[in-house]
Structure formats: C-alpha cells, structure tokens
C-alpha cells in the first residue's frame, strides 16, 4: 500500500506539472494583454478538470445550483489541504483566490498565481494591508474572491478548523455582497498537510451552502457573522468525517 501510494503521489506530481506547462503559454498571454486575465482564470477551471480527470479523483459537489452565475460572492472555505484551491477551481465564476505569498513563489507556477490571483505574506502588516486592498479592487471590478478565514492550512486536527479571522466577514460587510460557505469534506486525506505529499485515492467533496445575505449589518456584526460560517463549515465537516 505504501509503494503504491508513492507511485501515484509520483503520478500526480508528474501530472500536475505537464498539465500546467501545457496550459502555460495560454496563462502568459492572459496575463500580458490586457483585458485577459479573467479568461487566464478560466483556464485555472479547464487545468483543473484535466488534472483531477487524469488522476482518476472524482470531485463531487453537494447544491452546486446555489451559486449564481449573475451574483458575486465571498466565498469561505476551510483549508486543510494544497488541493483545496484545485477543487474549488471547479466552480464556474470569475473567481480571485486569496492566498499564501508562498503560492507565489512555486517557479512558473508562482508567476500565474501572482498575476492573475492575490498572494499575502501573513506575517507581514504591510502585505496583509496590500492584499484586502487588491481584495476590495477585485470586487469592485465584479469578480468573486476566494478567502480562507483560518489565515492559512493552520489546523493540526483535521476535521477540526482553526479560528477564523476577521478579514473575509468586514469586506463582506463594507462591500455588501454575500457569503457563501463551503465545506471541502476530504481534501485533507486525499492529500494532508504532513510534508510528505502523498496522495491517497478517494472520491473529493465540495459542499456549498446557502449565501448568508449581509444587508443591513454593520461592523458590529463581523464576530456574528464569522461564528455562523464557522458553525455551518464545521458541523458538515464533522458529519461528513464520522
């Protein structure tokens, strides 16, 4: 089990990267014309649906049809897993993911992500202050973001999420567009955060929740709303992981 294990991590390695380099000069003409970016993250979509088709992992999502395509949204994961943005990949929006500035620094990889993504160095004030700018631009432009609340894969025991921070709930507020919760069920099996990067072979899960509106809240309402996307998150992730 073990050796076939490193075989298919080996097999997965080996297609994530040819994928990509396949796809990458398509990624650096939507980046360098201008105009062409969201047709780059179009392509994060395409890059996904052939990886996890050509590693044999069937991705399920749960009330899909909850998104609409006409809204945008703040859409808020747990992320226990380097998987949890391929999988979210699927969902048919213009989408900006928030993400580690470590993302950005993954040769030719790290240059998509830079450019047509937001990277944030967590530990750094001015970067995180950089980052919810470029998050508000992005949704002023009328794309959707990405935002992982935890601040990153922080868990050390999954099913269980690290507290969520305050970011993701006070742009939702100020710019009033709302949320929705997604649960990624067993991402962090299918390929934990360990060091190891050893793939197991398991269907994937992707649960979308109802939007949470935010009209009409304000400020004060940020602790609230961050504990009842918590709550939702959690009690699938527990359900679904008995």
């Known amino acids: 089990m073990a050796l076939f294990r490193r075989i298919y991590s080996t097999y997965g390695l080996v297609i994530f990267a040819l994928t990509f380099l396949m796809l990458l000069p398509l990624f650096f003409a939507t980046i ?23 590693i044999l992992i069937r991705v399920k999502f749960v009330n ?16 226990f ?9 699927f969902i048919n ?11 950005g620094k993954i040769p030719l990889f790290g240059y998509m992500f830079r450019n047509l993504h937001i990277s944030v160095d967590r530990m750094n004030l001015k970067s995180r202050a950089d980052s919810i700018l470029r998050t508000k631009q992005v949704l002023d432009s009328g794309s959707s973001v990405v ?25 939702a507020i100020e710019k009033q567009i709302p949320i929705i919760p997604v ?5 962090h099996i299918i390929l934990p955060d360990d060091g190891k990067l050893l793939l197991s072979y398991r269907s994937a899960k992707a649960v979308i929740h109802p939007p949470i509106s935010v009209n009409e809240r304000d400020k004060r ?7 009842l ?3 939702v998150i959690q009690k699938q992730l527990l359900e679904d992981n008995k």
């Not at 899909?64 to 992320?79: A, F, G, P, T, W």
């Not at 929006?93 to 993302?103: A, P, T």
């Open 221 to 227: 309402s940020v602790a609230e709303l961050k504990e």
């Open 32 to 54: 360098k014309i201008p105009g062409l970016k969201k047709y780059g993250r179009k392509l994060n979509r395409l890059w996904s649906w052939i990886f996890f088709t050509l």
């Open 93 to 103: 929006k213009d989408i900006v993911f928030v993400g580690k500035s470590s993302l």
């Open 64 to 79: 899909k049809h909850l998104i609409k395509r006409d809204q945008q949204y703040i859409i808020v994961s747990n992320h």
């Open 147 to 171: 935002m992982f609340p935890e601040g990153g894969i922080t868990s050390t025991a999954p099913p269980l999420m690290g507290r969520f921070k305050d970011s993701a709930f006070k742009i």
């Open 229 to 231: 996307c918590f709550n």
């Open 183 to 187: 649960t990624l069920s067993y991402n």
């Open 81 to 89: 897993s380097y998987l949890d943005i391929p999988v979210l990949g």
